[in-house]
């Protein structure tokens, strides 16, 4: 005896703060061949909850004392989705009711009869996104909590991802629903034709954000002199995008050995919070470009950024920012060839000298990551879309 729960997101398991999240659940009896038309199981219960849980190092982040009076609900106990030792918040609480009796109906359905229902809710705009960094972690979760008569209270987790778009929050839908782009041919709830247009603002505001191009022409020097000069169209990008810089060191006083780019996220904790009073910043490196460069006029380097990264953004607590670390190895004096004859006298072997003095120094160019399409992040993400049990 058993009753199957299906919890399937109809969309995909990325979202953008403000949609409205959408999973289909389905109660199942999948009952042999064997049974009769009169088996049944009963469900006593079935409650959804959107979670939002807050993770904090102890040893990077002070967080102020909790209620003493509140206490840790075991959930395989209680009713109550509160998960043990972390900070959770919930975000909305939604209860099936008057689900009935789940049983085998031989004239309708021949292997088993199911039970559908929908979850709708409108994730919160200003809530922080999913993100899983060195000091703190934002995890959201679709709980599931459902019990058949005599048996133990089981949960089901459906994990999925948010990502946090600065600006909807300020939009103002226009009044006029008649100038609204629309389909004519379908018709659509006013809660599911908003969180559209919402979809379609967004990729509207990143497309006009990250499609701006200028020239940025930035120049490379130490103490010594010139080393060349960078160049590179924009500095705000979307995940999923190629970072594309030039570099041309045929203007330069002195040689270029060699040079490293490394994309990276700057983790950083608000003061308040902070462990320890001026606590250094995390840094995590997405993807890296080294190259040695002596007697290069020119060069370039393309760095793509993660669709499963989590765009920069700010909280009371933490705040994430990109940026593009150069480092490079400069000749201390001036880096010639060596001209070794063979055993002719026409031949001629050019070698690189065995010892060589250098300077090495670093650049930090400060760089804006937003999101992407949510349809498109799902794609790449390691959350799937259904998710089942058996209670």
């Given at each position: 005896a058993m009753i199957e729960v299906l919890?399937?997101?109809?969309?995909?398991?990325?979202?953008?703060?403000?949609?409205?999240?959408?999973?289909?659940?389905?109660?199942?009896?999948p009952l042999s061949a064997s049974s009769t038309s009169?088996?049944?199981?009963?469900?006593?219960?079935?409650?959804?909850q959107i979670h939002c849980q807050f993770h904090a190092s102890e040893n990077r982040v002070a967080l102020p004392p909790s209620d003493g009076s509140?206490?840790?609900?075991?959930?395989?106990?209680?009713?109550?989705?509160?998960?043990?030792?972390?900070?959770?918040?919930?975000?909305?609480?939604?209860?099936?009711?008057?689900?009935?009796?789940?049983?085998?109906?031989?004239?309708?359905?021949?292997?088993?009869?199911?039970?559908?229902?929908?979850?709708?809710?409108?994730?919160?705009?200003?809530?922080?996104?999913?993100?899983?960094?060195?000091?703190?972690k934002y995890v959201?979760?679709?709980?599931?909590?459902?019990?058949?008569?005599?048996?133990?209270?089981?949960?089901?987790?459906?994990?999925?991802?948010?990502?946090?778009?600065?600006?909807?929050?300020?939009?103002?839908f226009p009044q006029d629903e008649a100038v609204a782009p629309s389909n004519p041919f379908l018709e659509e709830e006013e809660g599911l034709k908003k969180d559209c247009r919402l979809a379609d603002l967004a990729t509207e505001l990143l497309m006009v954000a990250t499609s701006r191009r200028s020239l940025h022409l930035y120049n490379i020097s130490?103490?010594?002199?010139?080393?060349?000069?960078?160049?590179?169209?924009?500095?705000?990008?979307?995940?999923?995008?190629?970072?594309?810089?030039?570099?041309?060191?045929s203007d330069g006083d002195i040689s270029c050995l060699q040079f490293s780019v490394s994309l990276?996220?700057?983790?950083?904790?608000?003061?308040?919070?902070?462990?320890?009073?001026?606590?250094p910043v995390s840094f995590s490196t997405h993807a890296r470009h080294q190259e040695s460069c002596l007697h290069t006029a020119q060069s370039s380097f393309s760095l793509p950024i993660p669709l499963s990264s989590t765009?920069?953004?700010?909280t009371n607590i933490v705040s994430l920012k990109w940026r593009?670390?150069?480092?490079?190895?400069?000749?201390?004096k001036s880096a010639g060839t060596c001209l070794v004859r063979g055993s002719q006298s026409e031949a001629v072997t050019w070698t690189g000298v065995e010892q060589m003095e250098v300077d090495t120094f670093s650049w930090d160019l400060p760089i804006k990551v937003l999101p992407t399409n949510p349809v498109l992040a799902s794609y790449v993400s390691q959350f799937s879309s259904t998710n089942c049990i058996t209670i």
């Open positions: 919890a399937k997101l109809g969309r995909g398991p990325v979202f953008l703060a403000g949609e409205v999240l959408e999973c289909v659940i389905t109660f199942t009896n009169a088996s049944s199981e009963m469900l006593a219960w079935a409650s959804a509140k206490h840790d609900v075991q959930a395989e106990n209680e009713t109550v989705f509160v998960p043990n030792r972390v900070c959770c918040l919930c975000l909305s609480y939604y209860t099936l009711c008057g689900l009935g009796e789940l049983q085998k109906c031989s004239r309708r359905v021949k292997k088993h009869w199911a039970l559908c229902d929908s979850y709708c809710e409108t994730l919160p705009i200003d809530g922080p996104p999913s993100f899983r960094g060195q000091s703190v959201y979760k679709l709980t599931i909590g459902c019990q058949r008569v005599n048996s133990p209270i089981k949960l089901l987790r459906v994990p999925f991802r948010v990502l946090v778009l600065h600006g909807l929050k300020d939009y103002q130490n103490t010594r002199g010139k080393v060349g000069t960078f160049c590179i169209f924009k500095t705000v990008y979307k995940i999923g995008e190629d970072v594309i810089g030039t570099f041309n060191f990276q996220t700057e983790e950083s904790i608000q003061e308040e919070f902070q462990r320890r009073q001026g606590q765009p920069g953004f700010t593009l670390h150069f480092e490079f190895v400069t000749s201390g």
